[in-house]
């Protein structure tokens, strides 16, 4: 695909009178590991939020592989994966099924059981993916 | 374009079967639905009563006006229809009914809540409605079925109590009251989870009115919330660390020679070991900690000390002498006794 995979157009987010990001601009490139730092308030979660199409963006746009996040969300949802901080998955099911549940909800072509288990094989979470699971911050307890 | 539609009820279907099973998992939809039959049972029960003493006060009256020569036409006899009975019963299973549609629909949000699964749910290609139509699917489906239940157990129960045989069409009038309970209770259900929901969504809005901006006790319910209580950590405790600073600087320094003055004092046990740390101003846990380190450390000591004793060069050359002397003694006893034999010349040992 030609051009870049993430292309940002004045971007802007605005609660009430403050305004959390001001008419960002930027693409990243197909393959490029763009980390995206700022201090505390600086707005990168409210520029995430609206590139994952959680939030609409007051003004601007931005095009995931082509898709515009306001008016093609579906497709720009089928494109991206996001793992956002403090995630904790359901503790009444077993990490497998909390797989299962996400992977069939992300459309995932089956099997989908048979690529659940490769991909538990793969992180070595076999025994583990067993037992329900409890999350703690940023880490697995079994 | 059977394709299509599958496309569109799936993730609805995946939803819904999980919250299905979660409920069906800790029980609680299995609770809930004994609560509710315990509550219908209760209420025919009471009815089944109720009727028997109109049926009672029906017989003592039609008696007492054919006993003085009248007609008993003149008195109503009481209705034997078995759904009159069930009335009650079901009247108190809508009022319960409504309660736990309430609680499942605060439930079935409240999965979601704090755990930033909704986040992850809301980037996954399915549409708001079809989680919500998801999570109302398996809401009113347990619901539904949890009323089917307890109703069915309601009709089996009175044709055995009340004697009188269900026919279809009272059947059909239960099918109906099943159908308007599940409407009914569906209305409830909705209004609890769409709320819930919207608070999830909208916490920071709630937490603004509430004036909780940095992390008040819903502060967990929010999506931001975990960060926002994370944030707010040090925020909230500065009195409390301005006072830990203080302690800290002002805290007291013992010297290891003051330490183990107090230990030994503590040892000599003229005193208790809470009036030493009163007079000295330290916790008692401070105090064993110190009598358990000054311990160790000599018992370590001390046990090295024989090692390195037993190890000693000086150690080394006396057990060599003994070794050498050992030897030299065994040596003469042997002598010795040659000597005797041969001068005895009976080889014996008997002497």
New interface residues.
């Given amino acids: 695909m030609d051009g870049p995979i993430l292309s940002i157009d004045r971007l802007t987010q605005k609660f009430g009178d403050f305004t959390a990001v001001d008419a960002l601009s930027m693409d990243v490139g197909e393959g490029e590991i763009f980390g995206f730092l700022g201090h ?1 308030g600086a707005g990168k ?1 409210t520029t995430i939020q609206m590139l ?3 939030s609409r963006p007051a003004s601007g746009t931005a095009r995931v592989q082509g898709h515009e996040i306001c008016t093609d969300p ?2 720009v ?2 494109r ?1 994966g ?9 503790d ?2 077993t990490a497998r099924e909390n797989l299962l ?2 992977a ?4 995932v072509v089956p099997p989908v059981a048979d690529l659940v288990l490769a991909t538990t094989v793969m992180a070595g979470l076999t025994l583990r993916a067993m037992a329900r699971m409890q999350m703690t911050d940023g880490g697995l307890d079994v | 374009m059977s394709d299509l539609a599958a496309a569109a009820t799936s993730p609805v279907r995946i939803i819904a079967a999980k919250d299905i099973r979660d409920a069906l998992r800790d029980r609680f939809i299995v609770i809930v639905t004994l609560f509710l039959a315990l509550a219908a049972l209760t209420a025919l029960v009471t009815g089944a009563i109720a009727l028997r003493t109109d049926v009672a006060t029906f017989e003592a009256a039609k008696a007492t006006l054919l006993a003085l020569g009248k007609s008993a036409d003149q008195i109503r006899s009481p209705e034997f229809y078995p759904l009159r009975l069930m009335r009650g019963a079901i009247e108190q299973t809508e009022i319960i009914g409504a309660a736990i549609a309430i609680l499942i629909g605060y439930r079935v949000a409240a999965s979601e809540r704090g755990r930033q699964t909704l986040t992850l749910i809301m980037t996954q290609p399915i549409r708001r409605c079809q989680f919500v139509a998801g999570k109302a699917a398996a809401g009113i489906g347990l619901l539904a079925a949890g009323l089917a239940v307890v109703l069915a157990a309601l009709a089996v129960t009175l044709h055995f109590v009340s004697g009188i045989g269900l026919g279809a069409g009272d059947l059909l009038r239960i099918a109906i009251v099943w159908v308007a309970a599940v409407g009914y209770m569906a209305s409830f259900f909705l209004v609890s989870f769409i709320l819930s929901l919207h608070i999830v969504r909208h916490q920071r809005l709630w937490d603004r009115l509430r004036g909780f901006r940095n992390g008040g006790f819903l502060a967990h319910l929010n999506r931001q919330g975990m960060k926002m209580r994370k944030k707010s950590e040090p925020q909230t405790s500065t009195a409390e660390r301005v006072v830990k600073d203080i302690r800290r600087k002002t805290r007291k320094q013992h010297s290891a020679e003051e330490k183990i003055r107090i230990v030994l004092e503590g040892l000599r046990g003229e005193e208790s070991i809470a009036a030493l740390c009163r007079r000295e101003g330290i916790a008692t846990s401070l105090y064993y900690s110190w009598s358990k380190e000054f311990l160790e450390a000599g018992k370590k000591r001390l046990a090295g000390d024989t090692a390195r004793q037993a190890t000693s060069p000086e150690v080394k050359d006396l057990r060599a002498e003994a070794a050498a002397l050992k030897e030299a003694v065994a040596d003469l006893t042997l002598e010795n006794r040659l000597l005797k034999k041969s001068m005895l010349g009976d080889g014996g040992d008997d002497i």
């Fill in positions: 505390n979660t994952t199409t959680l579906m497709e949802r089928r991206i996001y793992v956002p901080e403090n995630v904790r998955l359901y009444t099911m549940f996400f069939r909800l992300s459309g």
